[in-house]
């Protein structure tokens, strides 16, 4: 069987000459209505552009070229599939990027992860760049690895009942090491770049942000970094604002916790962000030859102390108040359980911190560290250098 893919006059076209004599398209278009070409292709009597019967071949119309002409779109329909597909006029096509092996329809089974129309191009701006596309291709198992799949799975189920057996699930890891091992997975051209771009615009911002400091109010300001936080601690999945909590030491007095961090397992943390102010977070001058925290530090310290005591105290009632709370504001299925929460502490530069002082601050961060986590600011900034070096 030969396929062939070609364009002439804007029209995209697919030269088809069968195997077999008696595989004659214009039967199979007067009794079934359609032929379907290698399990792939999906032709109507319209789409029948030229038929040869002396040498039993035939050609179809696969695409046109778009109003812009830039854009070769192959209607869905032509490819079993509910979406269209757009090729840049410039990218030679070849059956390959529709064929698998076996005649595995590389579409369908895309259309199986996707949903929409989908643009292959030469430049950045499209769905997926044609590079990427034909790393996609290459990944896609050949048949000596479906066999060795194959055989991998019966090992696995009948190793026991026999003495006499070869360790195909051994084989097949090797393999699949090996084969990977000089390809690159074709996610990570998407993702790495992805990320990286992510990374440095909230490095950018946070900076920005640092240099700008008093054109933000506090609760500007929290809202801001929070956003930065989300990213780079992606374990929480929802956060609460101004979450009311009980003090049943002080006449059942309602505090209120300015950010409740909600994981998927539905458990709890608390984070306080404060304005860096541009200062050091220890005193400048020692006590005892000991540098010590700033009040603002320690009044957090104690604020966060304070509300994750009330919460462990809350026990049965105070779940089921938060949880109240929870599902009035968001649409969750997520219980939410009290079980040792900590807390976070945005805060402070330690740009510029003298030697001595680093001991000690990494002395007081320990100190709390079963349950609070102490960051400044240049702390965020590292990690998202790092991120960014990772992405790089």
């Not at 000459?17 to 009597?45: A, C, Q, R």
């Not at 390959?96 to 089974?109: A, D, H, L, T």
């Not at 699949?176 to 440095?200: A, C, P, Q, T, V």
């Not at 969750?332 to 079980?339: A, H, R, T, Y």
Request: glycine fraction near 4%; charge should be neutral; aromatic fraction near 12%.
């Amino acid at each position: 069987m030969s396929i062939e893919i070609y364009d002439e006059n804007d029209t995209l076209f697919l030269y088809y000459s069968p195997d077999t004599p008696n595989d004659l398209v214009h039967m199979k278009l007067n009794n079934y209505g359609k032929i379907v070409i290698k399990k792939v292709f999906e032709f109507k009597e319209v789409d029948l552009y030229e038929n040869d019967t002396d040498d039993n071949s035939s050609i179809f119309k696969l695409g046109v070229l778009d109003n812009k002409k830039k854009y070769f779109i192959i209607k869905g329909e032509k490819l079993g599939i509910l979406y269209d597909i757009y090729f840049d006029r410039n990218i030679k096509l070849k059956k390959e990027y529709f064929i698998g092996e076996r005649n595995i329809s590389i579409f369908k089974n895309i259309y199986k992860v996707i949903t929409g129309n989908m643009i292959i191009g030469i430049e950045d701006d499209v769905d997926i760049n044609i590079n990427v596309f034909e790393k996609m291709i290459a990944s896609m198992p050949n048949s000596y690895e479906i066999e060795r799949y194959i055989q991998m799975r019966i090992y696995n189920i009948i190793k026991d009942e026999f003495d006499k057996i070869k360790d195909t699930a051994k084989s097949y890891e090797k393999y699949m090491n090996k084969k990977y091992s000089k390809k690159e997975i074709i996610i990570d051209d998407i993702i790495f770049k992805n990320e990286k771009s992510k990374y440095e615009y909230l490095l950018n911002k946070l900076k920005n942000m640092l240099s700008n400091e008093l054109l933000y109010n506090e609760k500007i300001w929290q809202e801001q970094n929070f956003d930065i936080l989300k990213i780079i601690f992606p374990k929480y999945i929802h956060i609460l604002k101004e979450v009311p909590i009980h003090d049943y030491y002080n006449d059942n007095k309602i505090r209120r916790i300015d950010f409740l961090l909600v994981d998927i397992n539905g458990n709890i943390d608390i984070i306080e962000i404060k304005r860096p102010h541009d200062e050091l977070i220890l005193t400048e001058n020692e006590y005892r030859e000991n540098f010590v925290p700033k009040r603002e530090l320690a009044g957090s310290v104690m604020q966060i102390e304070k509300y994750l005591f009330f919460l462990s105290k809350s026990g049965k009632k105070g779940e089921e108040a938060l949880n109240k709370y929870f599902h009035e504001k968001i649409n969750s299925e997520i219980v939410i359980k009290i079980i040792n929460p900590t807390g976070i502490i945005i805060m402070g530069r330690d740009k510029g911190i003298k030697e001595e002082q680093i001991n000690d601050f990494e002395i007081i961060k320990r100190k709390y560290k079963n349950i609070i986590d102490i960051i400044t600011y240049d702390d965020i900034i590292r990690r998202l250098e790092q991120l960014i070096l990772k992405y790089s």
